[in-house]
């Protein structure tokens, strides 16, 4: 484990041994708070392309955009080993047989090792955990990456989640229940959002800490450009934490998880050209970010998990 958290870097360094690095993928996939069948809109800090990173051309086969990462990613980073991330909206999220054949052409890859699948808690059905496993048979290790960003429903409805923290309970523990060490839990959070003290949101962290979660990416609330949230930030309904003021409450926010969660990340930068606010994300600022954020940790004698011990 690293000083401070058990890190994604100490977790890949544990289970392959080297380096592992993400490819994204974009398989044009939209949600049910979009399309009507639960709401219109979708989420209020959602981007046109559903991820602030911004998409790659989902008019590519999976199959090219896998190949043409895996030879960017391994000349950039020199790894043979890598993800295959399927980002952006909800990307469990159509019919089984059309899933199957999205999902085989990034696991038919060699140097795949990890299939991570971006969705939300209530398009977690039990035949897609079925097709998770026949993957998992084949050596693939798949992380279900399950957005659900506050234990607090009324937050939940108020950025139009169209879904409850107890729908994401209930996928939680349904994938436990199958009892698969390649199956990983990895549930994304926002820090910040709209209404939430910082008793909110620590609360969220004792409450996910209490579910059998196994990874976490943690973000701070950015306000993009042609999002709901953008007319309400610049109408000065609502606002974003400064650095220093997220690097405390997140920072209270590990002390309360449990020490086996690997945290896959802590903050999230903006695309240039993308980001409103906060500034302090945007692109190229995260190794700052995370110097300040290990120097506050140290000076305040923080761990992951170590509120939980105190408290016990």
């Known amino acids: 484990m690293s000083t401070f958290y058990y890190s994604l870097k100490d977790y890949l360094k544990k289970r392959f041994a080297e380096r592992v690095q993400r490819v994204t993928l974009e398989?044009?996939?939209?949600?049910?708070?979009?399309?009507?069948?639960?709401?219109?809109?979708?989420?209020?800090?959602?981007?046109?392309?559903?991820?602030?990173?911004g998409a790659q051309n989902a008019s590519h086969t999976i199959k090219n955009q896998l190949l043409e990462g895996i030879k960017k990613q391994s000349l950039r980073f020199r790894c043979k080993k890598f993800i295959a991330y399927f980002q952006s909206f909800t990307n469990t999220y159509a019919d089984i047989d059309y899933l199957r054949t999205l999902y085989d052409q990034a696991i038919d890859h060699p140097q795949v090792v990890v299939l991570?699948?971006?969705?939300?808690?209530?398009?977690?059905?039990?035949?897609?955990?079925?097709?998770?496993?026949?993957?998992?048979?084949?050596?693939?290790?798949?992380?279900?990456?399950?957005?659900?960003?506050?234990?607090?429903?009324?937050?939940?409805?108020?950025?139009?989640?169209?879904?409850?923290?107890?729908?994401?309970?209930?996928?939680?523990?349904?994938?436990?229940?199958?009892?698969?060490?390649?199956?990983?839990?990895?549930?994304?959070?926002?820090?910040?959002?709209?209404?939430?003290?910082?008793?909110m949101i620590w609360q969220t962290a004792e409450a996910l800490s209490k579910t059998p979660v196994q990874d976490l990416k943690i973000h701070q609330l950015c306000i993009f450009k042609n999002t709901a949230m953008e007319i309400d930030y610049l109408n000065g309904d609502i606002d974003v934490y400064s650095k220093e003021e997220y690097i405390e409450i997140l920072a209270g926010f590990i002390a309360r998880l449990r020490p086996d969660i690997a945290i896959q990340r802590v903050m999230g930068e903006g695309k240039i050209g993308e980001l409103i606010a906060p500034t302090w994300a945007d692109h190229g600022l995260k190794n700052k970010f995370l110097e300040d954020l290990f120097k506050y940790l140290e000076a305040n004698n923080i761990k992951q998990g170590s509120y939980l011990i105190q408290s016990v």
């Open 116 to 199: 991570a699948i971006g969705t939300r808690p209530d398009c977690v059905a039990d035949d897609v955990l079925d097709l998770f496993e026949e993957y998992t048979k084949k050596g693939i290790e798949v992380w279900i990456d399950i957005g659900v960003q506050s234990s607090h429903n009324q937050t939940l409805e108020k950025i139009n989640r169209a879904h409850s923290y107890e729908d994401y309970v209930d996928a939680a523990n349904r994938i436990s229940a199958r009892k698969n060490p390649l199956l990983r839990i990895c549930t994304h959070v926002i820090i910040g959002l709209p209404g939430e003290t910082k008793e």
């Open 27 to 53: 398989a044009g996939f939209t949600c049910p708070n979009i399309d009507g069948s639960k709401s219109v809109g979708g989420c209020t800090f959602c981007t046109d392309d559903g991820s602030s990173s």
